[in-house]
């Protein structure tokens, strides 16, 4: 439907007092959506002149001298763009003929045309303009805030103030359960002690936990007798024993919240990027590399490149020019962590060993993070928490891989993440949001994915967060970081006693063991979480209304459902389900959340696992609800617990070691790169073989089981 009579055709100028409404329309909604105030022509630079859409549900604001604003909803985009359209005499951009809304289809009669005021006309035109703006049941629209202002401020204070005392108490709760529920296991163990026996001997790494415990003191040693004579010596390079890699920090570790640090205990370095994303995020992304090839950049050449994605000249820096580059594989971490995680456990790192093994390491982090930043806002704008899990996958996850692509100068990249990590990607890559994100990867590997919720989110306090009301939320853990206390605490403590709280009261909520880690490095672990995240995020991920309810990430209750009848359960609706298979056979594509865009996939599921549920995934891929996925790999650990994927004594033999085979049969330019570690052998992955893959797949879960 064209713009109705009172502006005539499209291209010409809107006219007398439409125009002035029209402008005065325009100056109001600007002035809601701007970065500070324009009152008194006071910072015109900071004044919304755009709606600029990532993606059809994602807006983001431009203000007048550049800078992007975080996404905003639809209806308040559009009418910015609508209103400054129709006063520069153009046709909406949003224009849908097909499409009118109940408001607009009440005017369209022809007394309104004919008789109407020049205002009524404006609106109904922005009103018939407005396209539709129906969000996914599972991502609500977020809220609103304006520039600030004396009632902002107030409204602010107010939700800081009360957020204080009760995320306070409601974490002191938290602490005290999980210092309550440890008692029986410290007595237990006192006990034992006192009866000369030792609790550590049922652990099923605890020979291996030991012989790793002495090779560090040994390395601390040896490093103190090097500082001392201030050169390397031979007991030091025999001890590393680790193919020249040098490491250039050593001694006792002091639990610090370093990557460097740890990265150069191992014979490797890291250097920091700066990275911008669409609606205006400054976040990390950390290079890890070889010093003996790679020529770390300057400051400037790491900061960020400012918003626009996919762009500009590649680039890379080697030593060697004439050497072959390494594949790029990027690192996403899980919910409150830091990619830090990834390098928590020396040579077994899976960061540090997938760079040893001859790839080029990338570890990604989310918005905020351990020091939010933005081009614009400050912590104590609203604005700069007002985000979800859609704007890190569609806005976070797309950054970081267009800053991969430009540095390494590659078309295509690896993927791994873990936890939150792959339902970022999840969502990014699913067709109603960014999926041509899928383009840009060879595979995307899994580890703990999380698209359905485990029997934990039925625990008492998840519970609690999911009856009260999303205001009542607010309330309770404010609208800007959620819990900041925790961040407090991570300052302030000393890192072994912090390290110790963190696993108890981690594992009190989250229902794991440090069974099968390397116990002397727990509190390493801990130092990189948690992190700053926003209130709304982890409203959506507990709250009543998103992953809480559904139990799903992109599929409502009521959907999932379906499926699970229409392809047959265990129990009294199998039968039914049986006889309507045929039936729905050719239509289980129609509920797929991929299209043909999306990259392969490779997943990584723990069998013991209450977070998360990860072999229901592996169910929708089996029974053909994903016709456009190609599983290239999939293993089922049994005995596996939600963290084992990354920190397990035996994860490299039983998880690190695929990934690396996988990364190299996906690799799209194998003979331009160098080929890693014990993987001359490895066949390319064809993506007509889909059958013959699945059938591998489907074998390594067996095997694992």
């Given amino acids: 439907m064209g713009l109705n009579a009172g502006h005539g055709r499209a291209g010409s100028l809107p006219s007398g007092t439409a125009a002035v409404h029209t402008a005065v329309g325009f100056a109001q909604q600007a002035e809601k959506l701007s970065y500070q105030t324009t009152q008194n022509n006071e910072h015109p630079d900071a004044v919304a002149v755009e709606a600029q859409f990532v993606t059809p549900q994602d807006p983001v604001i431009v203000t007048a001298d550049g800078n992007r604003l ?49 205002a009524q006309k404006s ?33 602010c204070w107010t939700f800081r103030f009360t957020s204080f005392f009760l995320s306070a108490a409601f974490l002191g709760v938290i ?26 001997l049922k652990r099923p790494f605890y020979e291996e936990e030991l012989k790793r415990k002495n090779l560090r003191r040994e390395q601390a040693k040896c490093w103190k007798r090097r500082k001392s004579q201030d050169q390397r010596t031979p007991d030091q390079e025999s001890t590393q024993g680790n193919e020249g890699f040098i490491p250039t920090e050593g001694g006792p570790d002091p639990a610090i919240c370093d990557v460097g640090y740890y990265a150069r205990r191992v014979g490797l370095d ?30 400037q050449e790491r900061s960020n490149r400012g918003p626009e994605l996919f762009t500009g000249d590649n680039r890379r820096r080697l030593k060697d020019p004439s050497q072959k580059r390494k594949f790029p594989v990027l690192l996403m971490h899980g919910l409150l962590q830091s990619s830090g995680a990834y390098c928590v456990n020396d040579d077994d790192s899976l960061a540090f060993y997938l760079c040893k093994s001859g790839y080029d390491v990338w570890l990604g982090n989310n918005r905020c993070g351990f020091h939010p930043k933005h081009a614009l806002l400050d912590y104590s704008d609203p604005r700069m928490w007002a985000w979800n899990i859609r704007q890190m ?17 590659f078309e295509k990249i690896g993927l791994i993440c873990h936890s939150q990590g792959t339902t970022q990607t999840f969502v990014a890559l699913a067709k109603e949001q960014r999926p041509e994100l899928g383009e840009k990867l060879t595979v995307f590997c899994a580890l703990a994915p999380a698209a359905y919720a485990g029997p934990l989110i039925g625990k008492m306090y998840f519970k609690f967060m999911r009856v009260i009301s999303p205001n009542l939320f607010r309330v309770m853990f404010g609208i800007h970081a959620f819990i900041p206390l925790m961040m407090t605490m991570h300052s302030i403590l000393p890192a072994n006693l912090y390290g110790w709280l963190g696993y108890t009261v981690f594992s009190f909520l989250f229902d794991w063991t440090d069974t099968r880690w390397d116990r002397d490095l727990r509190d390493r672990m801990f130092q990189f ?33 379906n499926e699970e009848r229409e392809d047959g359960t265990d129990g009294p609706l199998a039968e039914t389900a049986s006889q309507l298979r045929d039936h729905h056979k050719k239509s289980k594509g129609a509920t797929a959340w991929y299209n043909e865009q999306v990259c392969p996939f490779a997943l990584w599921v723990a069998g013991n696992d209450c977070l998360v549920d990860g072999q229901k995934l592996l169910r929708r891929f089996e029974r053909g609800r994903e016709p456009n996925v190609k599983v290239v790999h999939t293993k089922v650990i049994p005995e596996y617990e939600h963290l084992d994927v990354i920190w397990a004594m035996d994860a490299v033999d039983q998880i690190f070691q695929e990934v690396r085979e996988v990364l190299w049969k996906t690799c799209n330019v194998r003979d331009l790169c160098r080929t890693p570690k014990d993987c001359e052998d490895v066949v390319a992955w064809i993506p007509g073989k889909v059958e013959a893959d699945n059938d591998d797949a489907e074998q390594s879960s067996s095997d694992s089981a």
Avoid at 93 to 108: F, G, L, M, R, S
Avoid at 393 to 405: C, E, M, N, T
Wanted: aromatic residues 10%.
């Fill in 393 to 409: 996958g569609v806005f976070d996850l797309s950054a970081l891989v267009s800053r991969v692509l430009f540095e390494t100068g």
């Fill in 270 to 299: 890291i250097e920091e990027f700066q990275v911008q994303t669409e609606d205006g995020f400054i976040i990390d992304l950390w290079h890890v590399y070889d010093p003996r090839e790679y020529t770390g950049l300057d400051d």
């Fill in 70 to 118: 975080p996404t905003v909803p639809l209806e308040q985009a559009h009418k910015l763009n609508i209103l400054r359209d129709e006063l520069n005499g153009e046709s909406p951009k949003e224009v849908i003929d097909q499409v009118t809304t109940p408001a607009a289809a009440a005017d369209d009669g022809p007394a309104s045309h004919a008789n109407g005021e020049a």
């Fill in 123 to 155: 609106d109904s035109s922005l009103r018939r303009s407005m396209p539709p703006t129906n969000t996914h049941p599972l991502f609500p629209p977020l809220p609103l805030y304006g520039p600030p202002s004396l009632l902002r401020d107030i409204q």
């Fill in 175 to 200: 602490v005290l359960g999980a210092l309550f529920t440890s008692i029986p296991r410290v007595c237990y163990n006192a006990w034992q002690r006192m009866t000369f026996r030792n609790p550590d």
């Fill in 529 to 561: 979480a948690p992190v700053y995240v926003s209130a709304e995020s982890m409203r959506w991920w507990l709250g009543r209304e998103c992953f809480a309810k559904h139990k799903c990430i992109l599929s409502t209750k009521e959907e999932w459902h």
